[in-house]
Each structure stands twice: as C-alpha cells, then as structure tokens.
Nanobody, 120 residues
Framework: QVQLVESGGGLVQAGGSLRLSCTASGRTFSMYRMHWFRQAPGKTREAVSRITWNSGITYYAASVKGRFTISRDNVKRTVYLQMNGLKPEDTAVYYC?????????????WGQGTQVTVSS
C-alpha cells in the first residue's frame, strides 16, 4: 500500500500562485508515475499533470501548460505542483495520485485532496 498526503491548498487571488505538495509513504518503491487531478463542483475529475518517478518525464493538460510546473524530490518522496498565474477556473479540489506501471489505465492510489480556490 502507498499513502499519499497532499498539502498547500488555499485561497488566492487571480494571478497569484500556490504550490501543492504530495508526500508518499509505504511501498513507495512500487510507484511509477505521480499524477495531479482536479475536480471542480459539478464537473468530472480531470488530469492536470503527471511525472514519471525515474525519468522525470512530464505531462500537462493544455489548460495549465505554461502556468503549472510539476516536479519531484526522490529523497523526500514528494511531488510538487507549482501553480502560477492562477485563474478562477482553476478552482477545484486537487488530488494527488500514484500508479504502479506504464500500462495502468488509472492510478492505484489517491490522496484525500486539497482545496484550491481562486477569487476573481
């Protein structure tokens, strides 16, 4: 089992920045990729970004590319999501997730989520 704990959410004005953190514990050696998803009220959960632990290869949704940066600290087993230029439409609960292989269609483990609210 892998446990994921997010932190760093909060309330920020449009144009501001936040950095989310996700720290993994447990059988972390089994993790292949770390993901950030978000879910806004009344909307389906969407993938925001992901990073492969070993290679550092990243992916960004078009809606956040150029504004968000994902990174990882292998020693601390922590993944970060630096969010700059925040917009009201970025308001959502942000979830950290982990999968255990490239062939996985969905993450195996999820965090509890952290609220990000961007005021206009």
């Amino acid at each position: 089992q892998v446990q994921l704990v997010e932190s760093g959410g909060g309330l920020v004005q449009a144009g501001g920045s936040l950095r989310l953190s996700c720290t993994a514990s447990g059988r972390t050696f089994s993790m292949y990729r770390m993901h950030w998803f978000r879910q806004a009220p009344g909307k389906t959960r969407e993938a925001v970004s992901r990073i492969t632990w070993n290679s550092g290869i990243t992916y960004y949704a078009a809606s956040v590319k150029g504004r968000f940066t994902i990174s990882r600290d292998n020693v601390k087993r922590t993944v970060y999501l630096q969010m700059n230029g925040l917009k009201p439409e970025d308001t959502a609960v942000y979830y950290c997730a982990a999968d255990t292989g490239a062939a996985k269609l969905a993450p195996d483990y999820w965090g509890q989520g952290t609220q990000v609210t961007v005021s206009s």
